[in-house]
């Protein structure tokens, strides 16, 4: 025979299921908040893996020109002139059908450091160079100094920032249930440098090579064609640097890749204005000259 509960034993029954309820959607939640960031750390393991893996075939391509597409690099050098936004599309797309941003072709690179080897001798010979000391040294200070000293130092820098300070996190947007994290890769970073130094090369080594006789002249003229061309040639650097952080989704308040344009801009302003006011000569194309071809 059944006999009816009192009030306190209802009570008591339905606080008990009530209890165990809370204690399962705890521990599911508990459960699912592990699995969410056992899944990140291992998405994250996992692009590390990708990206050090990536090397050694990056590296076994340059010894291949055969596996080098160069006709696509000279498309992307002149992209870079005209719409360099354009370039990093080709970016997106290798996302999405490789799993990278970066580059895994080593042409552009190659070629860059072509260019660079063939202007720098075409630089010494004009300034009448004789030592093969003082090629080495130039070539060595071209190559490995400015372009790949330079671009590791920056690029890792702005790799840090950008995976420290600007990537949107999973409390930004779409929340932690549907949020996929994303790092950005070295070798990206390293591609967005040789991108902007392709520009920064074309300003300093080509057309400042064309406009020597008439950036050594003592004359303001000379001084503002001289001083004018690199800081295009800076801005540009820093620009297209910008447009490569930019078009990663997963990145916010990228603009703040542009603040050397202020510096760029302050530092030829007074360039200026100390010509105009105390006749201060700072031509950066004859510092330049005097500091590399100077006996």
């Given amino acids: 025979m059944l006999l009816p509960l009192s009030q306190e034993e209802s009570f008591g029954l339905e606080r008990s299921a009530s209890s165990a309820s809370s204690g399962s959607s705890y521990n599911n939640a508990k459960s699912k908040t592990t699995r969410m960031k056992n899944l990140k750390a291992s998405a994250a393991g996992a692009q590390v893996f990708r990206t050090c893996s990536a090397f050694p075939e990056y590296f076994a391509r340059v010894v291949d020109y055969r596996q080098m597409d160069l006709d696509a690099t000279f498309y992307q050098m002149v992209t870079l002139c005209v719409q360099p936004s354009k370039v990093y599309k080709s970016a997106y797309y290798r996302k999405q059908t490789k799993n990278r941003w970066a580059r895994d072709d080593p042409a552009f690179a190659v070629i ?10 075409a630089w010494a010979v004009t300034f009448h160079v004789s030592k093969v000391s003082s090629y080495v040294s130039l070539i060595f200070h071209a190559v490995v100094v400015e372009w790949l000293g330079f671009g590791v130092l920056v690029s890792t820098l702005c790799w840090w920032i950008a995976n420290h300070y600007l990537r949107i996190r999973g409390s930004q947007g779409m929340g932690d249930t549907f949020f996929v994290e994303q790092r950005v890769e070295w070798q990206f970073a390293f591609d967005i440098h040789c991108n902007a130094f392709f520009i920064l090369f074309l300003f300093l080594y080509v057309i400042q090579f064309l406009l020597a006789p008439l950036l050594a002249s ?13 800081s295009l040639g800076w801005g540009f650097y820093t620009y297209i640097t910008f447009l490569g952080y930019l078009a990663l989704p997963f990145l916010h308040r990228t603009e703040r890749f542009l603040l050397p344009l202020v510096f760029i801009g302050a530092i030829f302003i007074s360039s200026l204005l100390l010509q105009a006011i105390f006749g201060a000569q700072i031509n950066f194309a004859r510092i330049s000259s005097s500091y ?4």
């Fill in 112 to 121: 860059q450091l072509f260019f660079l080897l063939v202007t720098t001798v």
């Fill in 218 to 230: 003592d004359s303001f003229a000379a001084l503002l064609l001289a001083n004018t061309l690199y």
């Fill in 292 to 295: 590399y071809y100077s006996p």
